[in-house]
């Protein structure tokens, strides 16, 4: 699904929890049915919990670069409790694309678009 939207973001500054920015974006939405990249699609609940835990107790010694990319991925996800949230994709106007992760209820919003 594409579709042209101004958008409203409050996006965390990582690592710090605590300091929230208001930055406004303006993009084309992409929407897809499964996104690869969201490890909740279609797993156990275990499993999540399986992979959590591994995130969290991930030694990056004698790892490869991009396993330790990856992994702080997602454990930035976790530390901002972006994990399983729902994720779109926006491509700015310089073709960046970022993920835009938001609530159950703002993603819902979307679908009407």
């Not at 710090?16 to 156990?44: A, H, R």
């Not at 999540?48 to 330790?68: A, H, M, Q, R, Y």
């Amino acid at each position: 699904m594409k579709s042209t939207l101004s958008l409203f973001s409050l996006i965390p500054f990582l690592p710090c929890k605590e300091e929230v920015k208001i930055q406004t974006i303006e993009g084309n939405i992409y929407i897809t049915l499964i996104n690869f990249y969201n490890p909740n699609v279609l797993v156990p609940i275990d499993k999540i919990n399986e992979f959590k835990n591994n995130v969290l107790k991930f030694n990056p010694e004698g790892k490869s670069k991009s396993e330790i990319q990856m992994t702080k991925y997602y454990k930035t996800l976790i530390d901002n409790n972006l994990f399983g949230k729902p994720i779109f994709q926006v491509k700015l106007e310089n073709e960046e694309i970022i993920n835009v992760y938001t609530d159950d209820s703002e993603y819902l919003k979307l679908k009407k678009i």
